[in-house]
């Protein structure tokens, strides 16, 4: 029996947002979700055990990162991705297209695959979609991406349409290979910022007949009115009982305006990025801890906050840490970055409960938390 499944609970009456519950093989998640990044099978400045107390229903570990290092054989002895990383809750992997296509001229792209040169010691490899599909099967994850091709932003349409084809090729290779029973398979929809391209994306992989669809090759640069356009023309497209993932998307704005447009998935580096630079999220925009206002400011990071680094510190032990360049700097900005942002998940669910997502979102933007620029 397959132990993926997804199911609509709940469309909100005001804005037509999803409620969901996913299920796999180590658990359920509750969508909409956002997906803290391990991408070399750790969530940087965390712990399992940081995740787990913060929320954290699924992660997302990096194919390509994997592959290089420490290698998916290693990974496959012991025992999968996680066993190996001491976590029993859901894991999605993605393809590594994304990394493989930002390497610029260290990659050639073929109709086979692609060919790139590691970033670690210059050697030589070569992506195929079967490469890439035994690379995740070995891994383990309880869902799986397959191999796409990103057209980086900003694409013409000959350029853009090559790449949604290859695409749509490597897509009914991945799924021919793809034999791991438990694990989910999803086809990612590519087409730049061209809505005619989205739209035929969009059919095409429904027609294959994927178990959930992610939406690659947006949030790469372009405008955020041009995302959300490109949202607004696939998602009429998309099967609705099928989980949608809106990849590398994480900013509070772009949570909430994704979910209003029919997202139920979300991943992204950026809480655990900035949060080494010393940049905390709030309800109220961006709070840069190193500031020196904050030197003698013993209030947590945001009041009210339930999270472990506010309930016990304040801005200017956390600013003494970020120029003594501790590492516990980081450690503690991260678990609230993280905590915020599955929050405010929360926070959305609740609200598609309630039918008023988009009154949510006028209360966010009154306070300044959906001011993230373009």
């Known amino acids: 029996m397959n132990p993926f499944s997804f199911k609509v609970l709940k469309t909100c009456k005001q804005s037509g947002a999803r409620l969901g519950l ?177 739209i035929e994306s969009a059919k095409t992989l429904s027609e294959m007949g994927f178990v959930g669809y992610g939406i690659g090759g947006l949030s790469v640069g372009e405008p955020k009115d041009s995302m959300y356009m490109m949202l607004e023309a696939l998602m009429p497209h998309l099967p609705v009982e099928k989980p949608r993932y809106l990849m590398g998307v994480g900013s509070p704005d772009c949570l909430i305006e994704g979910v209003l447009r029919g997202v139920d998935m979300f991943d992204c580096v950026l809480q655990t990025r900035i949060a080494r630079n010393g940049l905390a999220l709030t309800r109220y925009g961006r709070r840069m801890l190193r500031n020196k206002k904050f030197e003698a400011d013993f209030s947590p990071i945001e009041e009210g906050c339930t999270c472990y680094a506010c309930k016990n510190f304040t801005r200017a032990y956390i600013r003494h840490l970020i120029k003594a360049k501790e590492i516990l700097a980081a450690h503690l900005i991260t678990i609230h970055n993280l905590h915020f942002t599955l929050s405010l998940m929360e926070e959305i669910r609740q609200a598609i409960l309630n039918d008023r997502l988009l009154s949510l979102k006028e209360e966010w933007a009154a306070r300044g938390g959906m001011e993230w620029g373009t």
């Open 22 to 198: 996913l299920k796999t093989l180590h658990g359920e998640i509750e969508t909409p979700c956002f997906m803290p990044v391990g991408t070399q099978a750790t969530v940087k400045a965390m712990s399992p055990r940081d995740l787990k107390e913060i929320g954290a229903g699924i992660i997302l570990a990096n194919t390509y990162h994997l592959y290089l290092r420490p290698g998916h054989e290693l990974i496959k002895k012991a025992g999968g991705l996680h066993a190996f990383m001491g976590w029993d809750r859901p894991i999605l992997t993605d393809s590594g297209g994304f990394q493989v296509f930002s390497l610029g001229s260290s990659r050639r792209v073929f109709s086979q695959g692609v060919e790139f040169y590691s970033h670690i010691d210059g050697s030589r490899h070569f992506f195929t979609p079967e490469l890439v599909m035994e690379i995740e099967q070995a891994l383990g994850s309880d869902i799986a991406m397959c191999f796409d091709e990103c057209a980086p932003y900003p694409s013409d349409f000959a350029y853009a349409h090559a790449a949604m084809e290859r695409t749509h090729n490597w897509a009914k290779q991945c799924k021919q290979a793809h034999t791991k029973a438990g694990q989910a398979l999803f086809g990612i929809v590519q087409g730049g910022v061209h809505a005619n391209l989205r």
